[in-house]
């Protein structure tokens, strides 16, 4: 009879364990960069351009340097006479690290200051004097590629204008033929706005060079510590194994710690210079208008139809606004990272592609937040563009997806813009999600209410997104390859410690890595501990964005307990004095096969390897793996949202909202509802509040909590989740899909096309996001689309 663990019970897959790290974070206990002291610490400030475009006529900082308590001023000058006035940004551009010629962005970095403490260094910093010479500001793409628009990068050679990249996918001549053959063409004009990530818990670093050792060790919040150590190792031309970047608990990363920002590389040489640990935390204000922002693409679709309601082909083009430097963190072979992977989930014959670039006086943007690089601004196109199709075909919404999605026995599929999608059942993911809303039901109930005068709206969001970056052939940042890493060492007495290449902020990776090695070596999840973000001991890996962290890290979680699996049994067949071919594995127990009582379990294969190894056997019991993903994974999910919108007001409300997630197998079901409501909390913030812009100044409007909301349990409707679809990823070793990221790529568009839906009658086809109460007011009232790009300055 079979001894096998339960595999519940050991918290293994399936298991909605709770969350190790819960232990810590609700007593106050966590560890963040600011918790971090060290003997000796000095503070380091930021001085800040107030100015959007402007050449540097001077910077005297005498005043600051006789303010008692301050020991160092640097200043971009400085900079320049160590080589580190600028430095390389992840997409092969450069960026300012202080100031030198121009301030290109409001909230650029111009100077900093170290002393005592934070205070005096802030005073210090106010007593910088700065002489401006103001130039005219570019606040968008348009603006930025006008006839005599000022260069904003005049320190590039050969740039002699503002565009950093054309880039096109696709079929263009078969799209146009396609084109010629419609009888229905559907357009539509968007932005997808700025927005910002804003973790609770803002960017910061403490470096601490050491003289006697030669040793760099620096605490600071980023999501990829390796690449941070890679970065030092190049720009600051140190040995790579004498630094050691630790990355503690993060309060929030979302995309927003990814880049290499200017504080980091000053704070590391105020250290050397000093030889003293250097602390620089970055305050809300200075988050919100310097650090990575995301979004700000411009949209120009256009979809061939056919009047049964088949899309022919669709046509995109895209204008991408990246601010001051081109800093995104993606896949150098993709300028605008993954926007590519649209319309994935419809089988569309052809399509064509195109993207540009462009700098603009802003904090440089282009963060991947909480998204597979633009694969948000891919999915709110799509579905917003299908919204519309279906409108101007007279078709309804849930039909007109249907007759479009690639088929469940149409995998594997190759869309037509490149990719290659592998499983999936998307019609059944709809149907659930109908089925739950009560479909049939609301647009009955949207009728009746009409003749009252009242508004309802339904919309719907069906997407699959590439998630897990690598694999390494085409993925790779900086000529890095994307791949992932884990080891573990399993001790004498069977506990065990995993490391790996990831560094959660907050997904629960100690919880459900653990999962992984219950589920393949049969090691009850809370005997293993799991640990990531220091490169001192961590194997190398490309760190957590992207939702890549369970399809990359997660799989050689998985690769490296079967290697262990493997020798443990060599093991077993020596204990059990059988030959290996004779011993069958069952969850956590080797048994031999005609005899199926006697049999050892993993623990007792560890202590053997400790103790009792066969003759010419290496001793020990760990290994490592390092995964390269044969392809990405494809979650599929279906939003459905109902709302009431106030015709006097503007304001609307969230009625309903029905998640169907098919993201392969979960691991921690728990966990993964909590990441879809932590994504669906934050698409219902981009759609109907969080409002950061630029006046025509350039000065960053909406750079407070006053102004950029965050929702709260009070503002966040209910949502209602279902998991009654699952489709295995084919390629991963336990059938796995990413999900972190999944509701705040797919959710917006549910959002602004149930408000679209319900103000139909007006004409409109476009409110952009936030939909903020006046701008739908406007657009019920004036019966126009809204704007929500930035105003250009006009002389009047
Ligand atoms: O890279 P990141 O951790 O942000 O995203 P992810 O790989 O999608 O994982 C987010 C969290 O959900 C992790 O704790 C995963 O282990 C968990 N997860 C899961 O339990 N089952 C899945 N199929 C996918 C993720």
């Known amino acids: 009879m079979s001894q096998a663990l339960d595999e519940i019970k050991i918290g293994g897959l399936g298991a909605s364990r709770r969350r190790v790290e819960d232990n810590r974070f609700i007593r106050g206990k966590g560890n963040y960069t600011d918790d971090v002291v060290l003997p000796g610490m000095l503070h380091m400030e930021i001085l800040r351009s107030p100015l959007a475009h402007a050449r540097i006529k001077s910077i005297d900082a005498s005043k600051a340097w006789d303010i008692p308590g301050v020991h160092l001023v640097l ?25 030198t010629d121009k301030v290109r962005f409001q909230g650029q970095e111009v100077a900093c200051v170290i002393a005592d403490d934070p205070y005096i260094a802030k005073d210090a910093c106010d007593a910088i004097d700065v002489e401006y010479e103001p130039l005219p500001p570019i606040v968008n793409p348009m603006q930025a590629v006008a006839e005599g628009a000022p260069i904003i990068r005049d320190d590039k050679e050969n740039q002699a204008d503002n565009i950093i990249y054309n880039w096109e996918v696709g079929d263009a001549e078969g799209t146009d033929r396609a084109f010629a053959q419609a009888d229905v063409i559907s357009k539509l004009h968007l932005h997808y706005p700025r927005s910002h990530p804003s973790p609770i818990e803002c960017c910061g670093s403490i470096a601490d060079f050491n003289r006697s ?4 060790t620096v605490y600071m919040t980023t999501q990829a510590p390796h690449i941070i150590r890679a970065a030092v190792a ?31 590389v000053c704070s590391i040489l105020a250290s050397i210079l000093l030889e003293r ?3 620089w935390i970055e305050d809300k204000s200075g988050n919100l208008i310097s650090t990575g922002f995301a979004r700000d693409v411009y949209l120009d679709g256009e979809l061939a139809l056919r009047s049964d309601g088949k899309i022919l082909a669709m046509r995109m083009h895209t204008e991408a606004d990246h601010g001051a430097f081109f800093a995104d963190a993606q896949p150098s072979k993709f300028k605008i990272g993954l926007m590519h992977s649209t319309f994935a989930c419809y089988d569309i014959p052809v399509a064509h592609l195109t993207a540009r670039g462009t700098y603009t006086n802003k904090a440089p943007g282009g963060v991947a937040y909480r ?8 999915m709110f196109f799509q579905e917003r563009m299908v919204h519309a199709a279906a409108n101007d075909l007279g078709m309804d919404q849930a039909e007109f997806r249907r007759i479009n999605f690639v088929r469940d026995d149409d995998f594997p599929h190759r869309t037509p813009l490149g990719f290659l999608t592998d499983s999936g059942q998307y019609g059944e993911c709809l149907d659930v999600g109908l089925q739950a809303v009560g479909y049939e039901d609301f647009l009955r109930q949207k009728e009746e209410a009409k003749a009252n005068g009242r508004l309802l709206g339904i919309g719907i969001s069906t997407m699959t997104e590439p998630l897990g970056a690598g694999n390494s052939r085409e993925y790779d940042i900086l000529g890095i390859k994307m791949f992932d890493s884990a080891e573990l060492r399993v001790h004498m007495t069977g506990k065990a410690l995993l490391r790996t290449g990831a560094r959660g902020q907050g997904q629960g990776h100690e919880t459900t890595w653990a999962q992984i090695v219950a589920h393949e070596l049969g090691i009850p999840a809370e005997d293993v501990t799991v640990e990531e973000g220091d490169t001192d001991t961590a194997p190398f890996g490309m760190g957590t964005y992207a939702s890549r962290s369970t399809p990359v890290a997660g799989a050689a979680i998985a690769m490296v307990c079967r290697k262990i699996r493997a020798k443990s049994r060599k093991l077993a067949a ?8 004779d011993i069958d594995w069952e969850l956590g127990r080797f048994y031999v096969r005609s005899a199926p009582d006697r049999g050892v379990t993993i623990q007792e294969c560890a202590m053997a390897a400790y103790s009792n190894m066969p003759d010419g056997m290496e001793p020990g019991l760990e290994n490592n793996a390092y995964y390269d993903p044969p392809n990405l994974t494809w979650p599929f999910a279906c939003y459905i949202v109902t709302v009431e919108v106030d015709p006097q007001t503007g304001v609307w409300d969230v009625l309903n909202m029905v998640a169907v997630d098919d993201c392969g197998v979960r691991i921690n079901p728990m966990i993964v509802e909590g990441q879809i409501m ?12 969080q409002f950061i812009t630029f006046d025509a100044e350039g000065n960053c409007v909406g750079s407070n909590y006053m102004d950029y909301l965050l929702p709260t349990s009070w503002e966040t409707p209910g949502f209602e989740l279902h998991a009654e679809v699952m489709t295995p990823c084919p390629h991963h070793p336990i059938g796995a899909k990413g999900i972190g990221e999944c509701a705040a790529v797919g959710g917006p568009a549910a959002f602004v096309n149930a408000v679209m839906d319900a103000i139909k009658d007006t004409g409109v086809r476009n409110i952009d996001m936030p939909l903020l109460p006046d701008r739908v007011w406007e657009a019920i009232t004036q019966r126009h689309d809204v704007s929500g790009a930035p105003p250009v300055h006009t002389d009047d």
């Open 75 to 99: 200043t971009g000058e400085m900079m320049a006479t160590r080589n580190l006035a600028w430095m390389p940004t992840l997409s092969y551009d450069t960026q300012a690290v202080l100031a």
């Open 234 to 264: 190049l720009v600051a031309e140190l040995p790579e194994h004498m630094i050691r970047i630790i990355s503690p608990d993060i309060g929030g990363g979302f995309g927003n710690k990814v880049p290499v920002y200017p504080g980091y």
């Open 213 to 216: 050792t030669s040793k760099l």
């Open 574 to 581: 020596h204990l059990l004095e059988v030959s290996e071919e």
């Open 678 to 689: 932590g994504g669906l909390t934050e698409a219902y913030a981009m759609a109907n509040m």
């Open 277 to 279: 640990p250097v602390k």
């Open 371 to 378: 998204c597979s690089f633009r694969v948000t601004e891919a």
